[in-house]
């Protein structure tokens, strides 16, 4: 002993570096020499060990080289006072602790960060204050260590140095191991800086980060879980965990959540937490890492078994307790629907079976305090999106995986807060992430197994309720809610009627999507009300075309579900075919609507469901087209576009069975028009009478039925009128005057309904001078028949006369058709009557009329009109002329001589006088 008081004192000599460090060198061997020794009983005569004596003598001076210039200096006496811990008593505990503040708990001035600059130094200063810790843990309370050690943990955390963090993180737990009762007044200073390291780079940092604060929190710091209110979200700690609980590394996340499993069993105020951290329990639930996602079944299962636990009180007064999981209605497990899931996910779910539902107590657990952090994972959902730091996670993907676990546990209790969820999930149902999208797909298909459709059916359809004698609605309950008589009078709204086109394409998938969940539950009557408000008008907008495909998945998932657990619901083999065919023509209807908008990619898929209606129905689709024509010609669902594919589709043999219905149908149609309301769908009407007339359906009409669309519909519509839209149903009406023309159908009515012929003779005759040019070409079109009709000279005179007119008209078209027409006029001169003949060919008994004469002056003067078409569509016809007769052929060249010369371009002229 003696022999070292020399190096003793020349550990104070700061002048010579050497010394300083040969002499340590000295003290730490000497101190390994005597710790070898054997240790005296209490019977020796000296009970003081020379290793005790040694580290008395030599544990003061040695303290003071901490602050030494030399790094390798320092290093050697932190080692040997670490060597000294065990040995002496709690004495040196105060100057030991209080050295190592001063080195790492404290800073230079101004902040340029703590006293000792080395690394290592730092690093085996805090490791000597964790072991004396470890070594005097009954002391540190006595020796009030705490405030020094509050220090060092917080600088050490804030060093940029990982190793020192982990350490700190080693010495918050043999803190909490020495003095737990002291802890708890410094865990709030401490959680703080561990907090600040969740989002450190290395993993292994951000894991020991995770065991300090759950000891911190559970040695008095679980105040800072609950400060949501006293900072912004992205400051709180719920928010940090949010980041730490979708950590990339898994055993962070395992760390985590075992930390969750000692807050919500052990801590005093624990049920306070269930709604922070709960949330994040079953997010676990579909972690990627099957050893995370048992975990937190388990922990689930120790909640519900806790919860039972608290709530055994089984008082059958509820006001004088707590509502158990007793008092809410739960189905029984043989009733709990079928998990099998038609969307794809992939975001790893639980086993659905029955085996496998949760626990009744856990799912009460979860229900009790959803409506808590509910709100909030609906609002997550629909916020613009962000990457989780050190996650392959983003914040949405994260609250889809809350809300999905979530609906598992909640069940049918859900439809508490189903406008919500129903909210958030249209709203994104056609994000631009097409991930969330998929997702979403996903958990509203789950959403329809826990919910039935009388709960959401309010998406696309009215108020569905029963309602009394005077029209007010009953409840389920049988209470009647009186109305007052305007608000009888108002239609119904629902979500798709008051909502924005863009949004009516999400609530009808939405809708589908839970209508595929349904299987279990939907009804027939609610299949009736779901295909009843699809057909109508207003529902289907044939513009747009993510609306049309959404509309004709939603009618494919209700074929489905109608043929689906044995039912069959469109058979007409079933129980009810009477039904069954009602509620195929409705689908039919609507597929046949959809088969009529200008969309080119809706038509083949309207049509494809067509076909599926038909196999699901178990006909062919000519049976089916055959079995619902006469319904829907007399349906209220009748529309222009389901008219128009039911005439073209039908078989020739459905038309001639109904040919009758359908006549009648147009009649009743557009018989009655008021130009001024409505004339879109009517007008819609009118081109498919045309387009029927002019097919060869169409052809084999009645004449009585020719005459009725004459008289109530064709010849009403061809008079003027001053509204603009009437001349465009007098365009279509000419048109089909014109078929009835062009196929001869008209002249055999001559002998028994000539005043029929003689007023349509008259509008066609009084259209060759209409402000319409389409009207007036197809007037000047019809002539030539019209010539053929067994009418008198003088009528034929004035046809002629106002046809002639006709090589004004300021359209050329007009014009060239003026001069077709005369061509065939004398092209088709036999079949006309014997007083037209004797008026458009001269003879020696009547001579030249004057008619003829003013048939060739005036094809003559327009024969020299600028327009080619024109001079050669008249030359034609005046060779036609010439060609008939030789009286006619005399005339047409004496006057072409006549003219020849007055022509710009005699070549026409030569080509009728060599013919």
Same mark, same amino acid.
């Given at each position: ?141 006595? /020796? ?51 907090? #600040? ?26 105040? %800072? ?127 659905? #079976? ?25 609002? =997550? ?16 993907? %994260? ?16 439809? $508490? ?20 999208? =998929? ?79 349904? =299987? ?5 009557? $609610? ?68 088969? /009529? ?129 009437? $001349? ?13 023309? #062009? ?35 197809? /007037? ?51 079949? #006309? ?83």
């Amino acid at each position: 002993m003696e022999l070292l008081q020399r190096d003793i004192n020349c550990l104070g000599d700061k002048s010579d570096l050497g010394k300083r460090r040969q002499s340590l060198q000295r003290i730490k061997k000497a101190l390994a020499n005597a710790s070898k020794q054997p240790e005296k009983g209490p019977d020796d005569e000296e009970c003081e060990s020379e290793h005790l004596q040694i580290c008395k003598a030599v544990y003061r001076p040695v303290l003071k080289l901490f602050s030494d210039s030399s790094e390798s200096v320092r290093e050697s006496a932190v080692d040997t006072i670490v060597s000294c811990m065990g040995v002496l008593d709690e004495t040196c505990l105060n100057p030991v602790v209080e050295q190592i503040a001063f080195r790492i708990g404290m800073e230079k001035e101004g902040g340029r960060g703590l006293l000792e600059p080395s690394e290592d130094v730092r690093l085996q200063l805090l490791e000597l204050a964790t072991k004396v810790l470890r070594t005097y843990p009954h002391d540190i309370a006595a /020796a009030n260590l705490i405030d020094w050690y509050k220090e060092i943990i917080i600088h050490c955390l804030r060093d940029p140095m990982p190793e020192l963090k982990k350490e700190a993180s080693a010495t918050i737990k043999e803190l909490c191991s020495a003095v737990p009762s002291q802890v708890k007044y410094i865990s709030k200073n401490l959680v703080e800086p561990v907090r #600040a390291n969740f989002k450190h780079k290395h993993g292994q940092v951000r894991l020991q980060m995770v065991k300090a604060f759950s000891r911190l929190i559970m040695h008095g710091a679980a105040e %800072v879980l609950e400060d949501t209110r006293d900072f912004t979200e992205t400051q709180t700690t719920l928010y940090a965990l949010g980041i730490v609980i979708n950590d990339q590394n898994e055993s962070v996340r395992l760390t985590l959540l075992k930390s969750f499993s000692k807050w919500l069993t052990r801590l005093v105020g624990r049920l306070d937490h269930h709604h922070r951290l709960m949330p994040f329990v079953l997010l676990c639930l579909t972690d990627a890492s099957s050893q995370v996602s048992t975990r937190a079944r388990q922990l689930m299962d120790e909640l519900g078994r806790l919860y039972a636990k608290d709530n055994e009180n089984n008082d059958p007064h509820v006001e004088h307790r707590h509502i158990t999981y007793k008092d809410i209605e739960w189905y029984a497990d043989e009733f709990y629907p079928d998990m099998t899931m038609e969307s794809p996910t992939n975001i790893p779910q639980p086993y659905g #079976a029955r085996e496998h539902r949760p626990d009744v107590c856990s799912r009460m657990v979860v229900t009790e305090c959803v409506r808590r952090w509910l709100p909030d994972v609906l609002k =997550k959902i629909i916020d613009p999106d962000w990457s989780v730091p050190f996650s392959h996670m983003k914040q949405r993907t %994260v609250a889809v995986r809350m809300l999905q676990s979530t609906l598992r546990y909640v069940e049918s209790n859900i439809v $508490q807060y189903l406008q919500e969820v129903l909210d958030c999930l249209y709203k994104t149902v056609y994000d631009d992430d097409k991930h969330i999208a =998929k997702e979403i797909l996903y958990t509203s298909e789950l959403l329809g197994k826990f919910t039935e459709p009388k709960h959401y059916i309010p998406l696309i359809l009215a108020d569905q309720r029963k309602r009394d004698a005077d029209g007010n609605p009953i409840t389920d309950d049988g209470v009647v809610v009186v109305t007052t008589d305007e608000d009888k009078k108002k239609e119904p709204s629902t979500w798709y009627s008051v909502c924005t086109p863009k949004i009516r394409a999400s609530l009808v998938t939405v809708f589908c999507q839970l209508l595929k969940g349904a =299987k279990e539950t939907i009804t027939l009557s $609610q299949v009736d009300a779901i295909v009843e408000a699809v057909g109508k008008e207003e529902f289907i907008d044939l513009d747009r075309e993510l609306l049309l495909n959404s509309i004709i998945n939603l009618l494919q998932t209700v074929m489905v579900l109608c043929t689906e657990q044995g039912r069959n619901w469109l058979s007409t083999s079933g129980d009810d075919p009477e039904h069954a065919r009602q509620l195929q023509f409705g689908l039919l209807c609507c597929f046949l609507r959809m088969t /009529a908008t200008e969309i080119a990619a809706i038509p083949p898929r309207a049509e494809e469901s067509i076909q599926l209606l038909a196999k699901h129905s178990n006909q062919t689709i000519q049976d089916l087209y055959k079995t619902h024509f006469g319904t829907a010609l007399n349906s209220p669902l009748l529309s222009p576009p389901v008219l128009r594919n039911l005439l073209e589709t039908a078989s020739a043999d459905t038309h001639a069975e109904h040919r009758d219905k359908i006549v009648h149908l147009f009649v009743k149609l557009l018989s009655e028009i008021d130009y001024d309301v409505d004339t879109s769908n009517n007008l819609e009407y009118f081109l498919h009478l045309n387009s029927y007339l002019d097919s060869s359906n169409g052809a084999g009409l009645t004449d009585e039925q020719i005459e009725m669309l004459l008289r109530l519909v064709l010849i009403p519509h061809c008079s003027w009128n001053v509204s603009r839209a009437s $001349q465009q149903f007098r365009r279509i009406a000419m048109g089909c005057i014109s078929i009835f023309v #062009a196929r001869n159908r008209l002249l055999p009515l001559f002998p028994k309904m000539g005043d029929l012929m003689k007023t349509t003779i008259d509008v066609v005759q009084s259209s060759y001078d209409t402000d319409d040019a389409a009207v007036r070409a197809v /007037a000047v079109t019809m002539t030539p028949s019209l010539l053929k009709w067994p009418i008198e000279a003088g009528q034929c005179n004035e046809i002629m006369k106002e046809f002639l007119k006709c090589y004004n008209d300021q359209k050329d078209s007009v014009r060239i058709g003026t001069a077709k027409a005369l061509k065939r006029i004398y092209t088709e001169m036999e079949s #006309a009557s014997d007083r037209v003949k004797d008026l458009m060919v001269p003879t020696p008994q009547f001579g030249t009329s004057q008619l003829v004469e003013e048939v060739v002056k005036l094809s003559l003067i327009h024969m020299d009109d600028p327009n080619e078409d024109l001079k050669e569509a008249i030359c034609s016809a005046l060779v036609t002329m010439a060609n008939r007769a030789p009286s006619l052929k005399e005339v047409v060249q004496t006057k072409t001589k006549a003219v020849k010369s007055k022509h710009s371009v005699p070549t026409y002229c030569d080509q009728i006088l060599t013919c």
